[in-house]
């Protein structure tokens, strides 16, 4: 009975806190990061850093397979037609060749995913999760992309590695590319264009910070800095993550973007729902 009170009177209530707490971090973030926010092109071009390696990695990818898989029928099919007489050439069936690409695409993208996965897409892991969100929510293409790439380049890359070290391709290319760079120096004219004018207004100013509250000894946090909040901390504009608490009262998160022509905020607390049990 006692264990259930207690988890009823104080585990429930401080979770049910602590995820407010967490949700409202997250919708200040997300109104910071949407369109027209503070932070919109740095979230679009974070956005792009992290989808578009990995997408162009796929591709370069499925362009490798696709060539190494032609290779062995397009040698079939130049000994075929030097083997054969022009007189006594006849038409080609129409099916083969739309039956080959499919059956090349078919081992490209079913025949890796259907050998099963691997740690990375592993149920149970927080990548396999990431997937299934994203088909549920957002985009399943770039999700099988993603998956597809997880599962295939760990079984290519022996294969590749295997063949480079047998052929000496890329020990054959560090030989030559210091002569060929020797050359490109004597030929071609040299550019200087890492000139940096040094220019202290180019320096970002640094502003002051301070944050007031409806009560005088609440204590404010900069959750995203190192160095302790002081009234009028001289910081560089931006974002900031803003804590504020104070005994009997409610804490509050909230984001903050410093500029020069707003650097004081109020951020005000509330009293706490929850009463103190006898």
């Known amino acids: 009975m006692e264990y259930r009170e207690f988890k009823q009177k104080i585990i429930e209530p401080n979770i049910r806190r602590k995820t407010t707490e967490y949700l409202n971090v997250l919708e200040a973030q997300l109104v910071e990061f949407a369109d027209g926010g503070s932070f919109e092109s740095t979230g679009k071009s974070a956005l792009r850093s992290t989808i578009i390696p990995p997408i162009s990695m796929s591709i370069s990818l499925v362009l490798v397979l696709l060539t190494v898989l032609k290779l062995p029928m397009k040698a079939v099919e130049l000994i075929q037609a030097k083997g054969m007489d022009s007189a006594s050439k006849s038409k080609p069936n129409r099916f083969i060749k739309p039956t080959i ?89 040299v550019h200087d264009s890492t000139k940096v004018v040094k220019n202290a207004s180019n320096k970002a100013a640094l502003l002051p910070l301070s944050i007031t509250s409806n009560i005088a000894n609440a204590k404010v946090s900069v959750m995203n800095i190192k160095p302790k909040y002081k009234a009028g901390m001289m910081l560089p504009a931006g974002s900031y993550d803003i804590k504020i608490t104070a005994p009997g009262y409610t804490p509050i998160r909230k984001w903050v973007y410093l500029k020069a022509d707003e650097t004081d905020f109020n951020i005000n607390l509330s009293l706490a729902n929850s009463t103190k049990q006898s």
């Open 101 to 189: 690409s499919t059956l090349l695409l078919a081992s490209i993208f079913v025949v890796p995913l259907s050998m099963g996965s691997n740690q990375y897409t592993a149920k149970g892991s927080a990548v396999h999760y990431f997937f299934e969100q994203m088909e549920k929510n957002d985009s399943a293409t770039i999700s099988f992309t993603l998956k597809w790439l997880l599962v295939t380049l760990p079984m290519v890359q022996p294969i590749g590695s295997s063949i480079d070290q047998s052929l000496f391709i890329t020990k054959g290319f560090n030989a030559i590319s210091e002569p060929i760079n020797r050359f490109d120096s004597a030929v071609m004219p």
